[in-house]
C-alpha cells in the first residue's frame, strides 16, 4: 500500500510537472501580445461544466443583433432555424418562420430560367448586409468582420467581445487617433467602428433595462451562441462521459490490483 | 517473437485456420502469451495509448472527410457545417482537433520515456529509429491537417512552413513552387495536401507495424534496464497482466481527453484559425501548434534562413543516429546519477524552447537599460543546449560517469524481499 501511494504521489507530481509546462506552452500565445488591456472578466451562465445558456439573454442579444450588429456585420453561418433548435433561443417554429418572412430572399432559377424572389424561409441563412467584402469596405471604409464566430476567433473570447462594445471613451490627451474611434479594449485602441451602442437603442420587451452593458452583454451571449450552438449538448454529454470513465477508470484499478496482487 | 509459440488451436476451425494463415497464433504470441517484464511502470502504458489515439484519428478522419470540401472556397464554410448541421460534426471535429494534440502529448511522454531509460540502445536502435521516423510522419499529418480547416492560421502556418522549402540553394524556388502546385498557397496546394492528410496515417500504421514486429524481438526494455534473464521469474504474460495495466492507463488518458474535447476544446488551438484565410490580411502573430513550437524556435532563432532550416530538421534528425552517441552501456537514468540530472535539464530545455517558439522573438524576458534578453537570446542559449545535450554530453557522459550497481535481475527489482536499488527513484 505504502509503495502504491508513493507510486502515485510520485505520479501525480510528474503529471503536475508536465502540466505547467503543457499550460505554459498553450499559454503562450495568448498572452503574447504585449501593452494590452486584459478584458473584462464576467461571469457568464455558458461558463463551467454545467453551463448553459440564458434563453432570455439570447433572445434579447438576437434583437440588438438583428437591430444594430446587423446593419454592417454578416452572420453567414446562422440560419433562421438555428434560433428554434434546442440549446439556442428555442423561438417557436412559428416565430421563426415569422422572423425568417420578414426578408427577401434570390432563388432561382426557375422552370424559365429567370431569378426570382421570395420570402425568406427557415432554411436561410441571416442576411447579409453587403453582397460581397468589397462591397463593405467600399461602404463602410472597411470589412466588418463577419459575426457567426467572433467569440471564437478573439483572444479572450466573449469577455473581450464583451469588453470591445463597452469599451469605447475619449482618447487620452497624448493619444494620436489619427482615424476612427478610442476603444480601450482593442489591440491598438483605434477601431474602425464607431461606439455601435448607447443607452436605450433597443426596446427591450421583457422589461430589462436597455444600458449599454446590458445590451452589449446580451449580444455577447448571442454570439457566443452563434459561434458554439453545441455548446449544452457538449456539456451534458461530456459530464457523462467523465462520469463514465471514472467508474470504469475505477473498476479497472481493482481488478488491476487483484491481477498483480501475486505478482509484485 | 521471442521464445517459443505457446498456442494450441482449440476446436476444429482454428486448426484449420492455423495451418492456412496462423493468425490467431500471431495474436497470441503478441498480445497474449507474450512475455513482458515484470516491472514495468506506467510510463510503459504510452504505446497502447498512441495506438488508441491512431485509431481515434483514423476513425474520426474518415468521417470528417465525409463531409470536408478541400476547396479554398468551400472548405472553411464546409467545417463550420460539420460543426452545426452534421449529426455529432461538432463532436467528430473536437475529438479529431484534440485527438492530434493527445496524440502529441502521449508520443512526447513515450520519446522521453524512451531517453530517460535508455530504450534506443542495443539491441532497440531499429525500434527507436522507427518510432523517430513515425514522429516525424507524424508532424507531416499534423501539418498537413492543421492546414484543412483553412483559418487564418492554416493559410499562413502553411505559408510558413513551405517557404522554408524556398531556403534550399539552387532548387529551394523550384521545390517550392512544386509543393504549392502553383506559386502561391492555394487551391492545388489545399487538394493536395488534404490527400496527403488522407494517406500519411496509413504510412504511420505501416511503421507502427515494424515497430511492434522489432518490439517484439528484442522485448520490451523495462526500468532497470537489464535483459530478462529468467523468463519465469522475471516476465509475466501480457494478458492479463499488460492488458489491465494498460486499460487503465487508457481510462486516466482518456479522462484527460474528454476535459478538453467536451469543457476546453479550443484550448490548444489558436483563435485566429476561426477567420477564414486571407492571403491579404497577415495575422500580427503567426505561430505554429503547440507541439511545434520548439522547433519553431530553433529555426527563429538562427539569424540565416537556410541555417535556421538545417538547425530545425537537425533537431530531428539528430534522434536518429542518438543510440550511437549515447556511449553508456548502462540503460536506465536509473543508475545513471547525472546524465539522470542532464536529462531533466533537457526536458526542461525544451519545454523552454517551446515557451520561446510562442512568443515574440524580440520580448525582452530581463531588462538591462535600453535593450536586454530577449526570447531570440534565450533561444539561442536552449538551441546550443539542445544540441550540445546531443552531441556532447552523451558521448561524454557514458565515459565519466560512475553508474550504481545493477540489480541482479528484473525479479529483484521488483519483489519484496529481494530488493536493493529502491533507493534510486
Redesign the interface.
Known amino acids: 500500500m505504502k509503495k502504491t501511494m508513493k507510486t502515485i504521489s510520485r505520479a501525480v507530481s510528474l503529471a503536475a510537472v508536465a502540466a505547467v509546462g503543457f499550460t505554459l506552452l498553450a499559454g503562450a500565445p495568448a498572452q503574447a501580445a504585449v501593452g494590452e488591456v486584459e478584458p473584462i472578466d464576467l461571469q457568464w451562465s455558458f461558463e463551467g461544466v454545467f453551463g448553459t445558456y440564458d434563453r432570455d439573454a439570447l433572445r434579447r442579444g438576437y434583437k440588438v443583433y438583428k437591430e444594430v450588429c446587423s446593419v454592417c456585420h454578416s452572420m453567414q453561418y446562422v440560419r433562421f432555424r438555428n434560433l428554434a433548435q434546442p440549446g439556442g433561443p428555442e423561438f417557436s417554429e412559428g416565430q421563426v418562420k415569422t422572423l425568417a418572412a420578414e426578408i427577401t430572399v434570390e432563388d432561382g432559377p426557375n422552370s424559365d430560367g429567370e431569378m426570382f424572389e421570395r420570402p425568406g424561409e427557415p432554411k436561410d441563412a441571416f442576411p447579409s448586409p453587403y453582397p460581397n467584402p468589397e462591397a463593405a469596405a467600399a461602404a463602410l471604409g472597411a470589412v466588418a468582420p463577419d459575426l457567426s464566430l467572433m467569440t471564437k476567433a478573439r483572444p479572450g473570447g466573449a469577455d473581450y467581445v464583451y469588453s470591445l462594445l463597452v469599451g469605447y471613451e475619449e482618447a487620452p490627451e497624448d493619444f494620436n487617433l489619427t482615424t476612427g474611434s478610442y476603444n480601450k479594449y482593442f489591440p491598438g485602441h483605434m477601431i474602425a467602428m464607431p461606439q455601435p451602442l448607447s443607452d436605450g437603442q433597443v426596446d427591450y420587451e421583457d422589461g430589462t433595462p436597455n444600458t449599454v452593458e446590458q445590451m452589449a452583454k446580451d449580444v455577447t451571449h448571442f454570439m457566443m451562441w452563434t459561434a458554439e450552438p453545441k455548446l449544452e449538448q457538449r456539456h451534458r454529454m461530456g459530464f457523462q462521459v467523465l462520469i463514465y470513465l471514472v467508474a470504469l477508470g475505477g473498476i479497472l484499478y481493482f481488478a488491476m490490483r487483484k491481477v498483480w496482487a501475486g505478482a509484485h | 517473437m521471442s521464445g517459443e509459440s505457446t498456442y494450441t488451436p482449440g476446436n476444429g476451425f482454428s486448426r484449420w485456420l492455423d495451418d492456412r494463415l496462423p493468425v490467431m497464433r500471431l495474436v497470441n504470441d503478441s498480445f497474449v502469451d507474450y512475455p513482458t517484464p515484470?516491472n514495468l511502470?506506467?510510463w510503459w502504458t504510452f504505446g497502447g495509448i498512441l495506438t488508441f489515439c491512431l485509431a481515434v484519428q483514423i476513425v474520426t478522419g474518415i468521417v470528417l472527410a465525409m463531409h470536408y470540401i478541400p476547396t479554398t472556397e468551400l472548405a472553411f464554410?464546409s467545417v463550420?457545417h460539420i460543426?452545426?448541421d452534421v449529426n455529432y460534426g461538432?463532436?467528430l471535429r473536437?475529438v479529431h482537433a484534440n485527438g492530434a494534440s493527445m496524440f502529441f502529448?502521449a508520443v512526447y511522454?513515450h520519446m522521453f520515456r524512451g531517453l530517460y531509460y535508455g530504450s534506443y540502445k542495443a539491441p532497440r536502435e531499429v525500434l527507436w529509429i522507427l518510432g523517430v521516423l513515425i514522429y516525424l510522419l507524424m508532424m507531416a499529418t499534423a501539418f498537413f491537417g492543421y492546414v484543412l480547416p483553412w483559418g487564418q492560421m492554416s493559410f499562413w502556418g502553411a505559408t510558413v512552413i513551405t517557404n522554408l522549402f524556398g531556403a534550399i540553394p539552387f532548387v529551394g524556388e523550384a521545390l517550392r513552387t512544386w509543393l504549392w502546385g502553383g506559386f502561391a498557397v492555394g487551391d492545388p496546394t489545399l487538394n493536395r495536401f488534404f490527400s496527403l492528410h488522407y494517406l500519411f496515417p496509413f504510412l504511420i500504421a505501416g511503421v507502427v507495424i515494424l515497430h511492434v514486429w522489432a518490439l517484439h524481438v528484442s522485448g520490451q526494455g523495462n526500468p532497470a534496464g537489464i535483459e530478462v534473464k529468467d523468463p519465469k521469474k522475471d516476465t509475466?504474460p501480457f494478458t492479463?497482466?499488460a492488458t489491465?495495466?494498460d486499460?487503465?492507463g487508457l481510462?486516466?488518458f482518456?479522462?484527460l481527453f474528454?476535459?478538453f474535447?467536451?469543457?476546453n476544446?479550443?484550448?490548444?488551438g489558436?483563435?485566429?484559425n476561426?477567420?477564414?484565410a486571407n492571403p491579404l490580411s497577415t495575422p500580427?502573430?503567426i505561430?505554429p501548434e503547440?507541439y511545434l513550437?520548439p522547433f519553431y524556435a530553433i529555426l527563429r532563432a538562427v539569424p540565416d534562413k537556410l541555417g535556421g532550416v538545417v538547425l530545425m530538421f537537425g533537431a530531428i534528425a539528430i534522434l536518429f543516429v542518438l543510440p550511437w552517441l549515447d556511449t553508456s552501456k548502462v540503460r536506465s537514468a536509473r543508475f545513471r546519477p547525472l546524465y539522470k540530472q542532464f536529462f531533466w535539464i533537457f526536458a526542461a530545455a525544451c519545454?523552454g524552447l517551446?515557451?520561446c517558439?510562442?512568443?515574440?522573438p524580440d520580448?525582452i524576458l530581463i531588462h538591462v537599460g535600453d535593450g536586454g534578453f530577449d526570447v531570440t537570446d534565450l533561444s539561442r542559449i536552449l538551441t546550443v543546449y539542445y544540441f550540445a545535450h546531443f552531441l556532447i554530453l552523451f558521448p561524454v557522459l557514458g565515459l565519466i560517469e560512475k553508474p550504481k550497481p545493477l540489480p541482479e535481475s528484473i525479479a529483484a527489482s521488483?519483489?519484496?524481499g529481494t530488493r536493493q536499488e529502491k533507493a534510486t527513484?
Request: glycine share 8%; hydrophobic share 45%.
Open positions: 515484470r511502470n506506467y464554410a463550420e460543426m452545426r461538432w463532436l473536437y502529448i511522454i509475466v492479463p497482466y489491465i495495466k486499460a487503465f481510462v486516466i482518456a479522462i474528454a476535459y474535447v467536451f469543457y476544446p479550443n484550448g490548444l489558436e483563435p485566429d476561426y477567420i477564414e500580427a502573430h505561430v503547440w513550437l519545454i517551446g515557451y517558439g510562442g512568443q515574440q520580448k521488483v519483489l519484496p527513484s
